[in-house]
T-cell receptor
Framework: RKEVEQDPGPFNVPEGATVAFNCTYSNSASQSFFWYRQDCRKEPKLLMSVYSSGNEDGRFTAQLNRASQYISLLIRDSKLSDSATYLCVVNQGGGFKTIFGAGTRLFVKA | DGGITQSPKYLFRKEGQNVTLSCEQNLNHDAMYWYRQDPGQGLRLIYYSQIVNDFQKGDIAEGYSVSREKKESFPLTVTSAQKNPTAFYLC?????????????FGAGSRLTVL
């Protein structure tokens, strides 16, 4: 079993749609959680950190369920510019213990 | 603007050749990392360094070497011992050696072995 698992997609949605990505992690001692965005052939960039209480940044909402070892990202009112790969990232303590999921690809079409 | 500069952006290598990828940061970050990304896979850690003159192997260090002689610089050498070196290489840094800190990435170097 992979340490961080994501549905690879691709998710194909129309503009304005709401789309949700899920991620599960295997190590219950994991401490920090993030969503990164990666555009084609570019470097990953932080989208948002994920907190136990859940957090929202504009059209993006992230949730963490420690009991189920599950992280989610919800994108509302999708824009063409949201097309990218979304990486679920889990840190188990210490900079070198950062585990990346393989990513979920999103295509938003007009 | 502060950031991480990787060079070259694209590199072609013949089998049996060593190549060195440059990574320079002006963020005054303590820790630096090298990752490899292959299609359909998550980033995998090659080497990391918490402080100058110190570095540790990551999950896939075989066939790679690094140095950390300056805080700003963390070059990666891909040696001929690396069996499948064609990949996208990403250098990253964090302010302190901590999982709570966000990784800042360079733009990457794409290596192709001919």
């Amino acid at each position: 079993r992979k340490e961080v698992e994501q549905d690879p997609g691709p998710f194909n949605v129309p503009e304005g749609a709401t789309v949700a990505f899920n991620c599960t992690y295997s190590n219950s001692a994991s401490q920090s959680f993030f969503w990164y965005r990666q555009d084609c052939r570019k470097e990953p960039k932080l989208l948002m950190s994920v907190y136990s209480s859940g957090n929202e940044d504009g059209r993006f909402t992230a949730q963490l369920n420690r009991a189920s070892q599950y992280i989610s990202l919800l994108i509302r009112d999708s824009k063409l510019s949201d097309s990218a790969t979304y990486l679920c990232v889990v840190n188990q303590g210490g900079g070198f213990k950062t585990i990346f999921g393989a990513g979920t690809r999103l295509f938003v079409k007009a | 603007d502060g950031g991480i500069t990787q060079s070259p952006k694209y590199l072609f290598r013949k089998e049996g050749q060593n190549v060195t990828l440059s990574c320079e940061q002006n963020l005054n970050h303590d820790a630096m990392y090298w990752y490899r990304q292959d299609p359909g896979q998550g980033l995998r850690l090659i080497y990391y360094s918490q402080i100058v003159n110190d570095f540790q192997k990551g999950d896939i260090a075989e066939g790679y070497s690094v140095s950390r002689e300056k805080k700003e610089s963390f070059p990666l050498t891909v040696t001929s011992a690396q069996k499948n070196p064609t990949a996208f290489y990403l250098c990253a840094s964090t302010l302190v050696y901590s999982g709570a800190n966000v990784l800042t990435f360079g733009a990457g170097s794409r290596l192709t072995v001919l």
